[in-house]
């Protein structure tokens, strides 16, 4: 006869609980406390995903599937020294550099095929300039250097604090801040070239 | 506190970091009072930032640079992320918690599975979050053991017995340990054991998956044989059906009726499992593995053959025995042709068979691809549309049935139209379908049939790429809309 052992999904002791408690939970083996993460963070993640990897939804998912399961993994390494937040970015970014630099070579050789085929419009206005601007500025960003778009998008579109940022991603100071310069340069050149 | 002012321009780490500075004041401003206010130099400020920012302020060209990069991030802060909707955000939730149930069960029976080299487990640990295929449908693989409100899990230690589940039969065999969730999307979790499967026809929305720790397989109303020990995968066989196996390394194995896949390695040990890594190729989703007709790649676990064995090999015509038969095989079979092995009897004790050559529509796909890149939009229409034929339900026939329509439009054929129409009939929700919108509005713009036109580019308005947006938006301008 077969044994049944029915599994329920428990959630909202956690609620109360620090990320950092939540993280020490985490690596102990805590499933919950793990869902409880991904609960807090997910959007941040997935956000972060969707800007390393813009248009293979498939990408996204995997990365952001990827970081959680990661996370479980090494959340007794983290040692406090920058926010949970931060941390949990640098592991996406960890894992990102690792995966999806063929997957940006796929996408670009099969975009090709299809970019000559949305033909330039017969007239133009602002609202659609603005469009097209914004739409540069997404391709500026994506054809970065894997190392300059991760600083530009941890320090300039998510906003943490650079000192942290420069801890998980193991680098010294000086050489975020000559990432984002560079990485701001190229977005503003791209900017003039669109609207000269 | 008032600041003295740098005279010369600061270097370019430090107008970033001033930048960086300013941009967070700001934020802090706003946050505080909603107004902009003169705190440059607050107490939180040292006197050196302080110093640097009253130059930026006060220098033409960094104010320049300054403002013109306060623009750009505004811009870049503007692009928008199209975030999952709950549905899909539960489906994700559910799948990383049940593969660390996977994996605790696994390692609970004395694996190791991690490596000391931490690229190594990055790696893996991108490709446990979900190995990428050809097909473009979503690639997770959930551990059994589903733990969500609406999906009951039940643990079941087998003796031999058959269990109606919501899709089909699965017969456990002596001493098999597996998991299940329920439909729409069920999912059995295979710990150890021999199990055999017997899937009916699924309805659209409906999926059925054998996973394990290192190996989701996935299936279409189907009869198939699983085999794994201490959770991974030893050896796949079809009775009848197809059957598309997925590594977690990567790579997708397409199985037909009478075929089957083994493992090259037999028993689930820590160097085994870097055996298999090393033994399945990477196929990354989407990206055709070109493979010349004359020149078949070895898409299993089997042992890795030199090139000059692997070119004599082709040359070849494929072995006729019971486990090797092909797509063509099925066809022949059918027609009454007396030459055709039979096929398996999954009830006997067989011993694996060798891998099987790949199928026939994954090497047309790769012919459409190989005449994409040379230019050949004929060609590549030609071999793409023989997938939809050789597998009109195959994990590939989606794409190619969209890349079918792109190389109709490359090559300037009318029937282009007629084909993006049919693939958006066919897979309204394609992950190609924005662009296939918006391709179609142009072609509809030129053949002068503005009504249809403008509904295609409303169609894909809210795609997740811009650069479809973008088209879209321009395509119903140029109409006027």
């Known amino acids: 006869m077969p044994t049944l052992v029915p599994l329920r999904r428990v959630s909202g002791e956690t609620s109360a609980l620090s990320d950092e408690a939540l993280l020490a939970a985490c690596g102990t083996g805590d499933s919950h406390a793990l869902g409880a993460l991904f609960d807090r963070f997910h959007e941040a993640v997935y956000r972060f995903a969707g800007r390393l990897a813009t248009t293979d939804g498939a990408a996204r998912d995997d990365l952001v599937q990827a970081t959680f399961l990661e996370i479980r993994r090494t959340a007794s390494t983290f040692r406090g020294t920058s926010s949970v937040r931060t941390w949990i970015f640098g592991v996406t970014a960890n894992i990102a550099r690792h995966a999806l630099r063929s997957e940006r070579r796929r996408r670009a050789r099969q975009a090709r095929f299809v970019e000559s085929l949305h033909s330039v419009p017969m007239q133009v206005d602002e609202s659609v300039e603005q469009r097209r601007l914004l739409a540069r500025v997404e391709e500026a960003i994506a054809d970065l250097p894997r190392d300059l778009q991760v600083t530009f998008i941890m320090c300039d579109l998510e906003r943490l604090p650079a000192t942290e940022v420069a801890r998980v991603l193991e680098i010294p100071e000086g050489t975020l801040w000559r990432r984002l310069h560079t990485a701001r340069k190229s977005i503003r050149e791209a900017i003039e070239r669109t609207t000269r | ?481």
């Open chain 2, 1 to 481: 506190m008032s600041a003295g002012i740098e005279r010369t321009c600061p270097s370019e780490d430090d107008l970033a970091r001033a930048i960086t500075l300013e941009d967070a004041l700001a934020v802090n401003e706003l946050a505080a009072n909603g107004r902009a206010t003169a705190a440059r130099a607050s107490d939180h400020v040292s006197a050196s930032d302080a110093a640097l920012l009253a130059h930026v302020e006060s220098c033409p060209s960094c104010t320049q640079v300054c403002d013109a990069t306060k623009h750009a991030l505004e811009l870049a802060r503007r692009v928008r992320v199209v975030l999952p909707d709950r549905e899909r955000r539960e489906e994700m939730r559910t799948a990383i918690l049940a593969t660390l149930d996977a994996r605790d069960a696994h390692d609970s029976a004395g694996d190791a599975s991690d490596t000391d080299d931490p690229a190594s487990n990055t790696r893996e640990a991108f490709d446990a979050g979900g190995a990428r295929t050809r097909s473009t449908r979503r690639r997770w693989f959930l551990a059994g053991g589903v733990l969500a409100a609406a999906a009951g899990v039940a643990l079941v230690l087998a003796t031999r017995d058959a269990t109606t589940h919501a899709h089909g039969t699965i017969t456990a065999h002596a001493g098999a340990r597996y998991t299940s969730t329920r439909a729409p999307d069920e999912v059995v979790t295979l710990h150890d054991g021999t199990i055999d499967v017997d899937v009916a026809p699924l309805h659209a929305g409906e999926r059925f998956r054998v996973i394990t720790a290192d190996t989701e397989i996935e299936v279409r109303g189907t009869a198939f044989r699983v085999v794994a020990e201490l959770g991974h995968v030893i050896r796949v066989e079809v009775a009848h059906g197809r059957v598309d196996v997925r590594p977690h390394d990567g790579g997708v194995v397409s199985l037909g009726a009478g075929q089957s896949w083994k493992s090259a390695v037999q028993t689930a040990t820590p160097s085994a499992r870097t055996g298999l890594q090393a033994l399945v190729p990477t196929v990354e989703s989407n990206e055709p593995t070109f493979v010349p007709p004359n020149e078949p790649k070895l898409a299993t676990g089997a042992r890795a053959k030199s090139p000059s064995s692997a070119a004599r090999d082709a040359d070849r015509p494929p072995k006729q025995d019971h486990d090797a038969r092909t797509a063509v095989d099925d066809e022949r079979a059918a027609k009454g042709d007396a030459d055709v092995p039979a096929k398996p009897d999954l009830t006997a004790s067989r011993p694996a068979s060798a891998p099987p050559t790949r199928p026939l529509d994954a090497l047309a796909y790769d012919e459409g691809w190989a005449a994409m890149r040379g230019g050949d939009f004929e060609h590549a229409a030609s071999a793409f549309a023989r997938v939809t034929i050789l597998e009109p339900d195959g994990a590939l026939s989606e794409d190619a049935s969209y890349w079918y329509a792109v190389a109709l439009a490359r090559a300037k054929r009318g029937e282009a139209i007629a084909a993006f129409r049919d693939l958006l009939s066919r897979y309204p929700h394609s992950t190609h379908a924005g662009e296939a919108n918006a391709m179609l509005g142009w072609l509809l713009v030129e053949a002068k049939q503005p009504a249809e036109a403008e509904r295609r580019f409303r169609a894909a308005i809210d795609d997740p790429k811009p650069s479809v947006r973008d088209s879209a938006r321009s395509g119903l301008a140029a109409l006027g809309r």
